[in-house]
Nanobody
Framework: QVQLVESGGGLAQAGGSLRLSCAASGRTFSSYNMGWFRQVPGKEREFVAAIRWGSGITYYADSVKGRFTISRDNAKNTVYLQMNSLKPEDTAVYYC???????????????????WGQGTQVTVSS
């Protein structure tokens, strides 16, 4: 079992930065792929970024590539999302998710993840 708690959301101006954190409980955190998704009311949950547990290979949505960076600290059981050059269209609730080692589903899709945090609101003003 993995429990996830996000933090770091808030209000930022366009062009500004925020860093989201996701603290995970559980001894096997280091073996889980981790992802960030976001959702606005009335729309489906959208992939933002993912990082593989072993290789550290990262994946990004085209809309955030070059602006956002996902990273993880296995010693602290924490995954981060550094968001730079924020745009108003980045406004959403951001969710952290964990993909168990026995799930080989594509990490860019919500169905790959069995564990989700409660979400943290990010609002970017123009």
């Amino acid at each position: 079992q993995v429990q996830l708690v996000e933090s770091g959301g808030g209000l930022a101006q366009a062009g500004g930065s925020l860093r989201l954190s996701c603290a995970a409980s559980g001894r096997t955190f280091s073996s889980y792929n981790m992802g960030w998704f976001r959702q606005v009311p009335g729309k489906e949950r959208e992939f933002v970024a993912a990082i593989r547990w072993g290789s550290g290979i990262t994946y990004y949505a085209d809309s955030v590539k070059g602006r956002f960076t996902i990273s993880r600290d296995n010693a602290k059981n924490t995954v981060y999302l550094q968001m730079n050059s924020l745009k108003p269209e980045d406004t959403a609730v951001y969710y952290c998710a964990a993909q168990s080692p026995d799930n080989n589903y594509d990490s860019r899709y919500p169905d790959a993840y069995g564990y989700w945090g409660q979400g943290t609101q990010v609002t970017v003003s123009s």
